[in-house]
């Protein structure tokens, strides 16, 4: 469970800074929020993701200390 939940974690957060330093055109495709016309920041996208893998990283560190 605790490897699980820090490779989820860290995922998240490597997706959460990919969102806050790309702009919406440069996105890849499968990404939510993906726009080929749009060239601004996805940050409400970012901020999810990284509250998110915190919240993962968390559980994980919490179970591991069962």
């Not at 957060?13 to 495709?29: G, R, T």
């Not at 970012?46 to 915190?54: C, D, E, K, L, N």
Request: net charge positive.
């Amino acid at each position: 469970m605790k490897l699980i939940c820090t490779v989820l974690g860290l995922a998240l957060l490597v997706v959460a800074a990919v969102y806050f330093l790309m702009p919406a055109n440069a996105l890849p495709s499968f990404f939510p929020g993906f726009d080929s016309g749009l060239a601004r920041m996805r940050y409400k996208h970012g901020i999810v993701s990284a509250v998110v893998g915190i919240v993962v990283l968390a559980i994980g560190w919490f179970t591991a200390r069962r």
